[in-house]
C-alpha cells in the first residue's frame, strides 16, 4: 500500500514504548487514519479517536516527542517516506533506526511484544517514563505495562484501510508472544528459585496466598487448586483486609506467605510483601519482571512474563508458573497429596454433572 512504510513506522514506534490501554487504542485508530492523521490537529484527532486533547498530547510523550508539534513532524516524514529514526524509550533524543527493533528492550536475550505477519516479535511496551536498569541473572524481565481503565475499545474491522485489525491477526500474535513467554518459563520452573520457592510454601501451615486488584482472579485460581492438596490455604484478594489477613497468618503459625504482583502493582500488594516479612514471614512473589521496584523485599521473586500485544495483559505464562509451583509442592508429600485427592474425588458426584 502507498503509505505502508509510514504505517509500519508508527507501529513499531508505539510497539517500542510502554503505552496504557488508552494509548493503544488511539495508535489503533491512528493507524487506519493515513495519510490524514499526519497534517490533524491534538483537537482534530481527538474527536476522530474518541479521546481528550490532552490524551493525544500524553501519546506524543509517551512515545518519546518533546511534544505533540514534534510527533507530528515526525509523522509527516514517515508519510512523505522520509521515515524518522525511531526513539528509544523512555526518552526524547535516544534514537534507533526501524531495522533496530529488535534490539529495543531486550529481554533476557529475547524481545516481548507483538508479533508483526514476519514474526518479529515485538510489543507495545511501557510508558516512556519509566527507567529500569539490568536483569537479575537466570530470571527473565518483561516489564510491568501499565494499566489504565479508559481504554475504548474498537472493532478489528473498524479501524479502515491500514487499521492494524486488518494488517495483523492480534489474536495470532497474542499467541505467538504467549508462546515465546512459556518456552522462557522453562528457566524459572527449573531454577534454583523455583526449588527454594517449594521449599519454603511446602514447609508452612497455613499457606497464606494474597493477589489484589489484576492479581485476584490469579490468587483466587492457585487457591481453588491448593485447597484439594493441602490441608490450610488461606486466599486474601481484598486490599482492604490483607494486612489482617497477614497478621492472623503469622498468628497461626505460618512461616511463608505466596504473594502474585502483576501490572499496575498495587499499594497493597507492597505493604502485605513488607509487613509479612517484619512478622518473620517468607516472601515468595511472582510478577512480570524481576525488577519490580519492591524485589528486595521478596525473598524469591518468581518472574513469569506477561503478554502485552493485546489491551490487557494475558496471563498464559503466569498461570502455567502458579500451577507447575503447586504441582512441585505436591510432590513433596506424595502420600498427603494422594490421601486428599481420593477424599476429594469422593465428592465429585455431588456436583459434577455428567450429560
Not at 483486609?241 to 504473594?259: F, K, N, P, R
Request: charged content about 20%; some cysteine; proline content about 5%.
Amino acid at each position: 500500500m502507498e503509505h505502508d512504510g509510514a504505517v509500519d513506522w508508527l507501529l513499531n514506534l508505539a510497539q517500542a514504548h510502554r503505552l496504557s490501554p488508552a494509548q493503544r487504542q488511539i495508535v489503533r485508530r491512528m493507524l487506519g487514519m493515513f495519510p490524514d492523521v499526519a497534517f490533524l490537529s491534538t483537537i482534530e484527532i481527538a474527536e476522530r479517536t474518541g479521546v481528550s486533547q490532552p490524551t493525544v498530547t500524553r501519546l506524543a510523550t509517551a512515545l518519546g516527542f518533546a511534544g505533540f508539534p514534534e510527533f507530528r513532524a515526525a509523522l509527516r516524514d514517515a508519510v512523505l517516506a522520509r521515515i524518522p529514526e525511531q526513539r528509544g524509550p523512555g526518552t526524547g533524543t535516544g534514537q534507533l533506526g526501524v531495522g533496530d527493533q529488535h534490539g529495543l528492550e531486550q529481554r533476557g536475550g529475547d524481545q516481548q511484544g507483538l508479533d508483526r505477519p514476519s514474526g518479529a516479535q515485538r510489543g507495545f511496551d511501557r510508558p516512556s517514563g519509566d527507567r529500569r536498569g539490568p536483569e537479575r541473572p537466570g530470571s527473565d524481565q518483561q516489564g510491568p505495562d501499565q494499566r489504565g481503565g479508559d481504554g475504548h475499545g474498537v472493532s478489528q474491522h473498524g479501524v479502515g484501510q491500514h487499521g492494524l485489525g486488518q494488517r495483523t491477526d492480534l489474536g495470532g500474535a497474542a499467541i505467538e508472544q504467549e508462546r515465546a513467554n512459556l518456552a522462557r518459563l522453562h528457566r524459572v520452573v527449573s531454577g534454583d528459585l523455583m526449588s527454594r520457592a517449594v521449599h519454603l510454601l511446602a514447609g508452612t501451615t497455613p499457606l497464606g496466598v494474597v493477589g489484589l486488584r489484576a492479581s485476584a482472579a490469579l490468587a483466587q485460581y492457585f487457591g481453588y487448586f491448593a485447597r484439594r492438596v493441602l490441608p490450610a490455604v488461606s486466599v486474601c484478594t481484598d486490599a482492604g483486609e490483607v494486612d489482617d489477613a497477614v497478621l492472623q497468618l503469622s498468628q497461626q503459625g505460618a512461616t511463608a506467605l505466596l504473594v502474585f504482583a502483576m501490572p499496575r502493582y498495587p499499594a497493597g500488594t507492597v505493604a502485605a510483601v513488607r509487613l509479612a516479612r517484619s512478622l518473620g514471614l517468607a516472601t515468595v512473589v511472582i510478577a512480570d519482571t524481576a525488577l519490580v521496584p519492591f524485589a528486595d523485599d521478596a525473598d524469591v521473586l518468581l518472574v513469569a512474563p506477561v503478554g502485552t500485544g493485546l489491551v490487557f495483559d494475558s496471563h498464559a505464562a503466569v498461570v502455567t508458573l502458579a500451577i507447575s509451583l503447586l504441582d512441585a509442592i505436591t510432590k513433596t508429600d506424595p502420600q498427603r497429596t494422594q490421601h486428599r485427592l481420593e477424599a476429594h474425588e469422593s465428592l465429585v458426584p455431588r456436583w459434577s454433572h455428567d450429560t
